[in-house]
């Protein structure tokens, strides 16, 4: 006899993605108010830095004790903060994670208690891992402090780090409690990391923000001469994009292979890991978005001005649109590895239009390589 | 100027839990048909097996690999199954975390393939945990063989393993695509892990469900008999109890600091603690119902015939409720260890009746104390 019981779950979370600045300005309360939110008497808060943020902004940790002290009826430091490596190498191996977990057994932090994160997408990756993961999960306010952080990778319900040699090979689906983005933390960052995070936008833009698009174009001239309120607003309206895109795409948590915000991606992190690491995300991004969009031309997908648009918002950003390592790349193996990590059947967005898409599920090759060509002889 | 969004995710799992017999029958279709509703063609399986019950049943992995080849059409076996340290040695490091990670690696495993962990609720954890955090989670098909995991610790959301000394303090949340009960494996079991199983059927009857405690009393002379029928159905009813307070209790990830089902588990995992894995899981649960039980009699909430009724149904299963380990354990240590855990303020469930529980946020301790030496009275 066989019984079969069809379970159902339905678990909902709900957090703010709030942008401000000087977070850790004491009259600023973005913070203390979330604190305050999670319940009567202060909470207890393990801090961890990104090092090269601090390298770049030694004044940091500093700042976040006084916020803290100032704010002590809503949240209590376990300890001071600490500093981690940022960078990819947050993600190259377990020191991170494991820094974590060891913080927050000897803060004695609960699932009720707060891991604050501070950095970049990468250190935010392996510090959320290490969060999500201790007592299966405390609960963790991130606070991206690279563009691309704040418009995409800390925004999301996805951490991890690289294992096997392989980007993201172990991590888990993870929402964090609150995400709190500090513009006036942008300062230090380098002009390159501005501009690769703008990549991002114009991917979300182009499959599926014709509005976003058209207000790119127009900012685009301000962003790259390095307007600070142009780029606030660049970051808001691109974080609302993906959080849009993971609340109502229907599959927040990725059990499909369908994945609409990867456009450009599957050549991307094959750049990213044929160039160790040389390559900044975005800036590798910046360079697949440009090839599919050219192949989504050449494959009659995309009408030829509409391509022409998209790598002119990429050029008028200063976003390069070729790599050397393109050239060398074995671009059958890298969609082959893009679709395993997806899992089943090859799903690649293409264009059809400025803010649409479609999916494929399989490439044109020599097509492939006449786009490859011809963002070569752009250059 | 301060920009705050609402993210809003509600993600939804469904998975069946299904009983049967034999399951690696050729002829017994529920593995095949679950892994053909999964898509065209065959799909890749990674198989991990727990040592102790190869040990068992030396057999088995070779009726998997027959099983593989008789479905040939819906499954692919990576590589022959994998055998795996079984029991609480499973989550005493990563050693099984780590081979479940290589295994995917090798095998080329995405998140559209399949893991399959065979094995007791210990091996599950930790399988689960690897599979779950491979590409942020393979699909991951649970074959529990003991009871208890079969009626408990394999239907639910949650694996992990233990660390710093402190069980379960690294995992994650993460539903199976499917639980598959082979009641056939349960045939070598030791009659010591079938009763110690019975004791999560027991609380989960005496916090949610007076009808089954019913059934349960009923059933007690034949299960501690060995009845096979008899155990199948407490085990079906059981897990049916456990599906249902995951589904709908409200908070299937535990986001809150209420745990109905850690009924009398305060005190069990500070016993399990204590004995450094003498006690089985269901064996420290037991002695857990048993104490809370008394001191929920004690403290005017339970009368003293239902508090008799459930120690009855604890004995004439053949259930121990009393172990010399609890004569000295601190207890106030024990209940603030529980409360770390959960995180917060401290949620303990105390019964009001025979299936109705209420949450308690302070401990008597004399009462405690006195309901302790009432246990050992008894033995
Ligand atoms: N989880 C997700 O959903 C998701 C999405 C997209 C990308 N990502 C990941 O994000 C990572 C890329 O993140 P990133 O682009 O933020 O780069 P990054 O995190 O690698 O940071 C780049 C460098 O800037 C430094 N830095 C950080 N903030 C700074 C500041 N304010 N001033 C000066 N220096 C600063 C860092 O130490 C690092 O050296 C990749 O690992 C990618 O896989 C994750
Ligand atoms: N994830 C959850 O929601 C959850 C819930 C409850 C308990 N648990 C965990 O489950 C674990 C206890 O699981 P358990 O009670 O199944 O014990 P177990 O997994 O430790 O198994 C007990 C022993 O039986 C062996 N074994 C397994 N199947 C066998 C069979 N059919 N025949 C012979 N031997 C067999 C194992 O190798 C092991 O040595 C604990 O670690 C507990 O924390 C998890
Ligand atoms: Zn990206
Ligand atoms: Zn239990």
Chains 1, 2 share one sequence.
């Not at 392996?126 to 963790?140: D, K």
């Not at 494929?360 to 002889?377: F, I, K, S, T, W």
Request: hydrophobic share 50%; charged share 20%.
């Amino acid at each position: 006899m066989t019984v079969a019981i069809a379970q159902h779950i339905a678990p909902t979370f709900d957090f703010p993605v709030v942008f401000t600045r000087k977070a850790f300005d004491p009259a600023n309360s973005v913070l203390a108010d979330i604190l305050a939110q999670a319940g009567a008497g202060p909470r207890k808060v393990g801090v961890v830095c990104d090092a090269g943020l601090v390298a770049a902004d030694p004044g940091l940790p500093g700042r976040v004790t006084a916020y803290a002290a100032a704010h002590g009826d809503v949240m209590a430091l376990v300890e001071a903060p600490l500093i981690l490596p940022g960078g990819e190498a947050a993600k190259a191996d377990f020191a991170v994670v494991q820094a974590v977990w060891e913080l927050t057994f000897r803060g004695k932090l609960c699932r009720q208690s707060f891991v604050l994160a501070i950095g970049g997408g990468a250190f935010l990756d392996a510090a959320g891992f290490g969060a999500a993961t201790a007592h299966r999960g405390v609960r963790l306010i991130r606070m991206p402090t690279t563009v691309l952080a704040q418009n995409d990778a800390g925004v999301g319900v996805k951490n991890g780090i690289n294992y096997f040699g392989r980007k993201n090979y172990i991590g888990a689906f993870a929402p964090p409690y609150a995400v709190v983005s500090d513009h006036a933390l942008l300062a230090t960052l380098p002009r390159r990391d501005v501009l690769a995070g703008l990549a991002e936008a114009v991917k979300v833009a182009l499959v599926r923000d014709p509005l976003f698009f058209a207000r790119l174009v127009e900012l685009a001239p301000r962003l790259a001469a390095g307007d600070d309120e142009a780029l606030f607003e660049a970051n808001v309206r691109c974080a609302e994009a993906h959080l849009q895109h993971i609340a109502g795409g229907g599959d927040p948590f990725e059990l499909g292979s369908a994945r609409p915000l990867d456009f450009g991606h599957w050549a991307a992190h094959a750049l990213e890991e044929a160039t160790r690491g040389e390559l900044r995300h975005g800036e590798a991004v910046a360079v697949g978005i440009a090839l599919d969009t050219l192949y989504s031309c050449r494959t009659g997908l995309l009408s030829r001005a509409e391509a022409e648009q998209a790598l002119s918002l990429l050029d008028a950003l200063g976003l390069a649109v070729w790599h050397p390592a393109l050239a060398d790349l074995d671009m059958a193996a890298a969609i082959e590895a893009f679709r395993e990590h997806l899992g089943g059947r090859l799903h690649l967005s293409m264009l059809t239009g400025i803010g649409q898409r479609i999916e494929v599920h399989a490439v044109d090759a020599p097509q492939l390589e006449a786009a490859r060509a011809e963002l070569a002889g752009r250059q």
